[in-house]
């Protein structure tokens, strides 16, 4: 099926282990998009990609990285993880419209625990 | 800068009750304007849309619209089922002048029997 692949889905780290999320689409989005879901917080985006070869900081890059490899392929890298980091990460893409609007896409998402 | 407001859940229905999520938005510009519902262990999945003032988009029952003199995109359904149990988001975009989406916190609906 067409849409956003993450993986993995389910991870468990301790503190300081790094590691990588990785994020495909296939529906040739330009724009792609990584966010964290805390309870109470809402989504909060954390890194974005406009288009292949440009990445920008959103409203928590701290302690992330981001590279986008190609068109498709948007990953995210935890280099020294902390308990703070544990959430739900959502990556996403737009670049389709839909009747006027730009629609994101969602992944189903990837759950990490830091210990 | 641009920001997106809903209400505060949690928020518990009985079947065939009629539901109202608030939101209220702030943009300089002519954002586009979204809901988005989450199932439990899911991601988010658009609900429904609207990209202009006065625009109503509906999906599945919902509805929404687009009011501008009110800076509000309120979320409603007449009749609520079971099935209607998630969380919902309030989101807006304004890609003439970002290609960022910002989100309300989410509003979590629980529907009885």
């Known amino acids: 099926n067409a849409g956003v692949t993450q993986t993995p889905k389910f991870q468990v780290l301790k503190t300081g282990q790094s590691m990588t999320l990785q994020c495909a689409q296939d529906?040739?989005?330009?724009?792609m998009y990584w966010y964290r879901q805390d309870p109470g917080m809402g989504l909060r985006l954390i890194y974005y990609?406009?288009?292949?070869?440009?990445?920008d900081k959103g409203e928590v890059p701290n302690g992330y990285n981001v590279s986008r490899l190609n068109k498709r392929e948007f990953s995210l890298r935890l280099e020294s993880a902390a308990p703070s980091q544990t959430s739900v990460y959502f990556c996403?893409?737009?670049?389709?419209?839909?009747?006027?609007?730009?629609?994101?896409?969602f992944g189903a998402g990837s759950r990490l625990t830091v210990l | 800068g641009d920001s997106v407001t809903q209400m505060e859940g949690p928020v518990t229905l009985s079947e065939e009750a009629f539901l109202t999520i608030n939101c209220t938005y702030t943009?300089?510009?002519?954002?586009?304007l979204f809901w988005y519902v989450q199932y439990p262990g899911e991601g988010l999945q658009l609900l429904l849309k609207?990209?202009?003032?006065?625009d109503k988009g509906s999906n599945k029952g919902f509805e929404a619209t687009y009011r501008k003199e009110t800076t509000s995109f309120h979320l409603e359904k007449g009749s609520v089922q079971v099935s209607d149990s998630a969380v919902y988001f309030c989101?807006?975009?304004?890609?003439?002048?970002?290609?960022?989406?910002?989100f309300g916190t989410g509003t979590s609906l629980t529907v009885i029997p």
């Open positions: 996403a893409s737009s670049g389709g419209q839909i009747s006027g609007a730009n629609v994101l896409t």
């Open positions: 529906m040739n989005h330009n724009s």
């Open positions: 990609s406009a288009s292949e070869g440009t990445t």
């Open positions: 943009a300089t510009g002519y954002p586009s």
């Open positions: 609207a990209t202009k003032a006065d």
């Open positions: 989101a807006l975009s304004d890609l003439g002048r970002s290609n960022q989406f910002y």
